[in-house]
């Protein structure tokens, strides 16, 4: 079963900082790239990063570049986001999600979806 499972969300205030980590299971680690999304209620989805775990290359939205740092440890299957520099428009629910490859992260193309986790930054 695959399973991506998110966690260190929370209440931050602006500027200060949050580590977001994606633990996966159920498939080989490194065949896949994880993204991560964002998304509030009445709003749309975003993916906002995205890394090929047997490369390390990774890609960004441009309303993240610059704040966001996603990294993947493949000896524990788990990649995280590392956001700097927080601000209240950064409040969502952010997904940790697999596909192939990053080639089109930003269209959201990802098989596999966590259960997301609530990061709140307050102004």
């Known amino acids: 079963e695959v399973q991506l499972v998110e966690s260190g969300g929370g209440l931050v205030q602006a500027g200060e900082s949050l580590r977001l980590s994606c633990a996966v299971s159920?498939?080989?680690?490194?065949?896949?790239?994880i993204g991560w999304v964002r998304q509030a209620p009445g709003k749309q989805r975003e993916a906002v990063s995205c890394i090929s775990t047997d490369d390390g290359i990774t890609h960004y939205a441009d309303s993240v570049k610059g704040r966001f740092t996603t990294s993947s440890d493949n000896a524990k299957n788990t990649v995280y986001l590392q956001m700097n520099s927080l601000k209240p428009e950064d409040t969502d629910v952010y997904y940790c999600?697999?596909?192939?490859?990053?080639?089109?992260?930003?269209?959201?193309?990802?098989?596999?979806w966590g259960q997301g986790t609530q990061v709140t930054v307050s102004s």
């Open positions: 159920g498939f080989t680690y490194d065949d896949y790239a």
């Open positions: 999600a697999g596909y192939v490859d990053c080639s089109y992260y930003y269209l959201l193309t990802f098989d596999y």
